[in-house]
């Protein structure tokens, strides 16, 4: 499956709804291979954005590409599919059922054995899908995208209802499936999740990309440190005026000072002040995004 073509391209996307502006001028190019998340808080253009790649709606202006194919046409050779959240399953069948319906819709597809092992659902073919759990219905649905064998696989909130197990289960598969050349893009809420599985975090805001990179690259563009420190009645004001420092915060006995240059805060608090038992700590990915996204959700 590999290529020297992008698996995605999109060339300043916008999406406009009547006055509403969803997305505002994407620029994303994603490569053969990489497993990439999608992440956003709730309005950001994220589902907006996985529907133009999907063809399901056309863009307001700029252009998408998907394999270097308009998105319908790279659906129709089967050279894509999407595992969706929710829907698209028919209850009183059972899995393995659903697996050969599904089948039936393609000139040539994956041996249905295999995507069941592959899902990791072998165990409960001859279940009916009402039987199921909603983390066994998702590996069901990632089954049935499995059988075309796609290029590309858009994963919404793939791992929803998944408990630990199964979630490693999953993304095992989905890694085993990238290394081959398969590229997959997902969006998630589990910020856990997109640090430790993507080789790429693409993190949009208002219907524009904030942040590109991995997850480490992400963590330090939201610049800083946090010190942590026992004070009793710190002063909040001197701690606030010192160079760098974007917010200061009192829990109790402890108060925690963010700050683009850590080292001023630490000499600051040792020299000048009773404080003990003082931290320094790097942002993690949850930090990031709420700073990078302004949002607090």
């Given amino acids: 499956m590999s290529s020297s073509i992008p698996a995605v391209s999109l060339s300043g996307v916008t999406k406009h709804f009547g006055a509403v502006q969803a997305v505002r001028g994407i620029d994303l190019t994603i490569e053969p291979g990489e497993v990439v998340a999608f992440l956003g808080p709730n309005g950001a253009g994220k589902t907006s954005t996985i529907d133009m790649m999907l063809g399901l709606s056309e863009p307001t ?11 319908r046409d790279a659906i129709a050779r089967g050279l894509v599919s999407a595992v969706m959240q929710t829907g698209g399953l028919l209850k009183d069948i059972t899995v393995r059922e659903t697996v050969a319906y599904t089948a039936s819709l393609f000139v040539h597809t994956r041996d249905i ?18 039987k199921c759990s909603g983390g066994e ?45 398969r590229t997959v893009l997902f969006a998630t809420h589990y910020l856990e999740e997109a640090d430790q599985y993507a080789d790429r ?18 963590k330090s563009l939201a610049s800083g440190r946090t010190v942590r420190a026992t004070l009793n009645q710190p002063d909040t004001a001197a701690l606030a005026s010192l160079p760098g420092v ?11 000072v963010h ?28 930090e990031a995004f709420l700073n990078l996204t302004g949002d607090a959700t």
Avoid: C
């Fill in 201 to 218: 975090i693409v993190l949009i805001s208002h219907g524009k990309v904030v942040a590109d990179g991995s997850g480490s690259e992400i």
């Fill in 113 to 130: 054995d295999d995507v069941l092992a592959e899902a990791g659902i072998t165990g409960i073919a001859d279940r009916k899908v009402e």
């Fill in 61 to 71: 202006s700029g252009s998408a590409q998907i394999l270097g194919l308009e998105p």
């Fill in 259 to 286: 700050a683009k240059d850590s080292d001023v805060v630490a000499r600051y608090l040792l020299n000048e002040t009773s404080a003990r038992d003082l931290e320094i700590t790097a942002q993690g990915l949850e």
């Fill in 137 to 181: 219905q998702q590996r069901l649905r990632f089954a049935m995208a499995l059988l075309s064998d796609p290029a590309l696989l858009l994963l919404d909130e793939p791992t929803t209802g998944m408990d630990v197990e199964g979630r490693r289960t999953f993304w095992s598969a989905i890694r085993s499936d990238a290394q081959k050349g």
């Fill in 246 to 256: 974007d917010n200061v915060e009192v829990r109790g006995e402890s108060v925690y």
